[in-house]
């Protein structure tokens, strides 16, 4: 069974940093791009950063510059790292990663989320 399992998040005061990590396990034969979402109490789910397969790097306009997306393929692993954290970077951060199993089929899965909280 495929699945996706964020972790590395926590409780942070505002200028730290964490390392949240997205490993995908099960029958994976290939991962392809992998994106980080973030949600906060009361509001829309937000996009954060996109990695691709080919190691390409994409980031939302209020995480440019602090934040960084990146990948160890071979341990089907995707990493976010984040510096310089604010109260409003609080929020469920969630890890979205289009797979491809032992059959052939391409998948788009989700993790469970991973907290982090920065106080002021």
């Known amino acids: 069974q495929v699945q996706v399992v964020e972790s590395g998040g926590g409780l942070v005061q505002s200028g730290g940093s964490l390392r949240l990590s997205c490993a995908a396990s099960g029958s994976i034969v290939s991962m392809y791009d992998v994106a980080w979402y973030r949600q906060a109490p009361g509001k829309r789910r937000e996009w954060v950063a996109t990695i691709s397969s080919g190691g390409s790097t994409t980031y939302g306009d209020a995480v440019k510059g602090r934040l960084t997306i990146s990948r160890d393929n071979a341990k089907n692993t995707v990493y976010l790292q984040m510096n310089i954290l604010k109260p409003e970077d609080t929020a469920l951060y969630y890890c979205?990663?289009?797979?491809?199993?032992?059959?052939?089929?391409?998948?788009?899965?989700w993790g469970q989320g991973t907290q982090v909280t920065v106080s002021s």
């Open positions: 979205n990663a289009d797979l491809a199993d032992s059959s052939g089929r391409l998948r788009s899965y």
